[in-house]
């Protein structure tokens, strides 16, 4: 830990910090909803969400990958000059 800044460190801890809060009060809502059951078609519905979501998730990551690997973009900023990689 001594290699790291102080911004890093603020930023570690801040991480850190919404993680945790983030687990308790998945915790407190996961425990509050206990007792009750979802019918089949919000079971549908969850699993149909999630799948399209995955979808359309991968679908927009591999569009991405494709245009900047054939260099399309560069084109959108023409202002931008070209330095050749350093070694």
Do not use: Q
């Amino acid at each position: 830990m001594e290699g790291m800044s102080k911004g890093r460190m603020v930023v570690l801890v801040a991480l850190t910090a919404i993680l945790i809060i983030t687990g308790v009060w998945t915790i407190s809502v996961l425990n509050g909803i206990s007792g009750t059951d979802m019918s089949i078609h919000g079971w549908i519905a969850l699993g149909l969400g999630t799948f399209f979501s995955l979808v359309i998730g991968c679908g927009l990551m591999i569009l991405m990958f494709i245009s900047s690997r054939r260099g399309y973009d560069e084109a959108a900023d023409p202002f931008r000059k070209r330095h050749p990689p350093s070694p």
